[in-house]
């Protein structure tokens, strides 16, 4: 029965992080990324390894976001009294799992390695999201909202100006539009809660 129960555990955790979603490691994975990153940009050694570094760097902070988005959208998905956040939680799920997805591809055709998980501080973040419950959790979950978005919208308009990959640039054109309705949406919901 105990192996029965720890290959059951065991069975569970490569699936979660198989899916990148959180996983009770130790190991952040985006600082993982960033090290292969930095790592293949050194072997390569030449300037446009440098650039390409710092397109990966974009593609990792990106990526990062954009799973702790799902993650925390499904939790709200579940504990969100309201719901008008609930929707929000759900269109956070649809668009955000695409833009990863798409990201994921760009990233694999480019040699760029992705987090498989949300870094710690998104984790925690999650973790302390998950322990709410009622208009409390609908009030912390938007808010969080609001914040990841303002500093997502940022991180876009920064890279629009900075990536030099064409089509991680392609990406970043077609993402942003989306990421400033989310962001807009979410100070709507805050402003009646």
Excluded at 38 to 46: K, L, R
Excluded at 103 to 123: D, F, G, H, R
Excluded at 171 to 180: A, G, R
């Amino acid at each position: 029965m105990k192996i029965t129960s720890t290959f059951l555990t065991l069975a569970t955790m490569a699936m979660l992080w198989g899916c990148g979603s959180k996983t009770t490691e130790t190991t952040d994975t985006t600082e993982f990324a960033d090290s292969s990153n930095e790592a293949s940009a050194d072997n390569a050694g030449t300037e446009s390894a440098a650039v390409a570094e710092d397109d990966a760097e974009f593609a990792v902070e990106a990526a990062n976001g954009g799973m702790a988005e799902v993650a925390l959208s499904k939790i709200a998905e579940e504990k969100a009294t309201d719901p008008k956040v609930k929707e929000f939680a759900a269109q956070m799920i649809t668009d955000h799992s695409k833009a990863n997805d798409e990201l994921k591809t760009l990233a694999a055709s480019k040699n760029i390695t992705l987090p498989s998980a949300p870094n710690e501080e998104k984790q925690k973040a999650a973790a302390d999201l998950g322990g709410k419950n009622g208009s409390d959790f609908d009030e912390a979950y938007i808010s969080q909202m609001k914040k990841d978005h303002e500093k997502t919208v940022k991180l876009f308009e920064d890279a629009q100006k900075e990536v030099k990959d064409a089509e991680l640039k392609a990406f970043i054109d077609k993402t942003l539009p989306v990421i400033k309705a989310h962001a807009e949406h979410a100070k709507s919901l805050d402003k009646t809660k």
